[in-house]
């Protein structure tokens, strides 16, 4: 799995009268290949903006974006073994969970007793293998939130996005799903990046922990170093009504 290396990046977008807004600050970091390393910060601190430059959206960027020592600049997404997994439940409408989460390893496995035990597999590490007959609309906010991570990991990516996918859950579907998460997620073997504003998440996914702040990593740390951290370092860099 990839070692994904950024070297001085940066990246503004336009903002009003035409003038241009930092969200990536002349970054530097590294993620280690196999590891969860979660993005922790503010609303605003850039952490979406950095997921999908790694997805290959936008090559508008200055510095580097290397995978394994391998810039990446102009490689389009689909030649980028990634997933990515947003907070938005976003699934077909007309389709049965099932056939939404076969759906990327239809488009590259003509397999289908492969494409099927796959399915089967990480729908029952989820805990939603007795609902893939059914469509969106018929299952909770939870289960079809689930079924996008089946999905966004069913490929088994070499490397794994995942933007605040528990964001718009009440907090006994985030208890669940991070639960089920971490298990899966070591299980996967990929290099993940988790992007968060909870606390709590991060200390209970991640292997590295990276603080990010107007488009810099200001702090790094373990989960556990993490949780020795007072109030006074960690309130600065979130929003009050997130810091959980």
């Given at each position: 799995?990839?070692?994904i290396?950024?070297?001085?990046?940066?990246?503004?977008?336009?903002?009003?009268?035409?003038s241009?807004?930092?969200?990536?600050?002349?970054?530097?970091?590294t993620?280690?290949?196999?590891?969860?390393?979660?993005?922790?910060?503010?609303?605003?601190?850039?952490?979406?903006?950095?997921?999908?430059?790694?997805?290959?959206?936008?090559?508008?960027?200055?510095?580097?974006?290397?995978?394994?020592?391998?810039?990446?600049?102009g490689?389009?997404?689909?030649?980028?073994?990634?997933s990515?997994?947003?907070?938005?439940?976003?699934?077909?409408?007309?389709?049965?969970?099932?056939?939404?989460?076969?759906?990327?390893?239809?488009?590259?496995?003509?397999?289908k007793?492969?494409?099927?035990?796959?399915?089967?597999?990480?729908?029952?590490?989820?805990?939603?293998?007795?609902?893939?007959?059914?469509?969106?609309?018929?299952?909770?906010?939870?289960?079809?939130?689930?079924?996008?991570?089946?999905?966004?990991?069913?490929?088994?990516?070499?490397?794994a996005?995942?933007?605040?996918?528990?964001?718009?859950?009440?907090?006994?579907?985030?208890?669940?799903?991070?639960?089920?998460?971490?298990?899966?997620?070591?299980?996967?073997?990929?290099?993940?990046?988790?992007?968060?504003?909870s606390?709590k998440?991060?200390?209970?996914?991640?292997?590295?922990?990276?603080?990010?702040?107007?488009?810099?990593?200001?702090?790094?740390?373990?989960?556990?170093?993490a949780?020795?951290?007072?109030?006074?370092?960690?309130?600065?860099?979130?929003?009050?009504?997130?810091?959980?």
């Amino acid at each position: 799995m990839p070692t994904i290396t950024l070297k001085n990046l940066s990246y503004s977008y336009k903002g009003e009268k035409g003038s241009f807004v930092p969200a990536i600050n002349n970054l530097n970091v590294t993620f280690p290949n196999g590891k969860i390393s979660v993005i922790l910060g503010s609303s605003g601190s850039g952490k979406t903006t950095l997921l999908r430059l790694l997805c290959g959206f936008d090559f508008n960027y200055g510095g580097e974006m290397l995978f394994s020592n391998v810039d990446v600049k102009g490689i389009p997404p689909k030649d980028r073994n990634l997933s990515y997994v947003s907070q938005n439940f976003s699934m077909y409408p007309h389709l049965t969970l099932f056939d939404s989460i076969a759906y990327p390893l239809k488009l590259s496995l003509a397999d289908k007793e492969e494409i099927k035990n796959r399915v089967f597999e990480i729908s029952k590490k989820l805990g939603i293998f007795p609902l893939l007959s059914r469509k969106p609309k018929q299952v909770s906010l939870g289960e079809l939130q689930r079924a996008c991570i089946a999905r966004g990991i069913v490929k088994r990516p070499e490397i794994a996005l995942f933007d605040e996918p528990l964001s718009n859950l009440d907090q006994k579907n985030r208890d669940l799903i991070r639960h089920l998460l971490k298990n899966v997620l070591h299980e996967l073997d990929s290099t993940v990046i988790y992007v968060t504003h909870s606390l709590k998440e991060a200390t209970s996914l991640g292997d590295n922990i990276f603080i990010m702040e107007e488009g810099k990593i200001e702090y790094s740390c373990t989960p556990k170093e993490a949780s020795r951290l007072t109030d006074s370092i960690l309130k600065p860099y979130f929003d009050k009504t997130n810091y959980d």
